[in-house]
């Protein structure tokens, strides 16, 4: 990647190479390359921290529900469907460990 300051010298120099001469589109191919990079790099660094910010609620999501499981486990009310009151199946159990909804309900 093209460096800030190799994109000044070649913004630069652009102007000193005769119009037409291979120089000049390789001093535009070097600026537009330094911008692009640029422009990449602060996409980049925003897609990563949009991504950190969605693990951080998946993260919070997931500690919110298994706060609430303990909590159901110690009510004893565990295993039984909040809508209905149904027992929930312990295959949905073991397959969504957290649910309070039997598989009818989560539906």
């Known amino acids: 990647m093209l460096k800030p300051w190799d994109a000044k010298s070649a913004m630069q120099n652009a102007d000193k190479t005769p119009v037409g001469e291979p120089a000049t589109s390789k001093a535009a191919a070097k600026i537009t390359g330094a911008v692009t990079g640029t422009v990449s790099a602060q996409v980049a660094s925003m897609v990563a921290m949009a991504e950190q910010d969605c693990l951080a609620q ?3 999501e997931l500690r919110r529900d ?3 499981a303990l909590a159901r486990v110690d009510a004893g009310s565990v295993g039984y469907c ?3 009151g149904d027992r929930i199946t312990e295959g949905h159990l ?3 460990p957290g649910t309070s909804f039997c598989a009818a309900c989560a539906g």
């Open 94 to 96: 073991a397959a969504h």
């Open 82 to 84: 909040n809508i209905c």
């Open 58 to 60: 998946q993260w919070a």
């Open 66 to 68: 298994i706060d609430q």
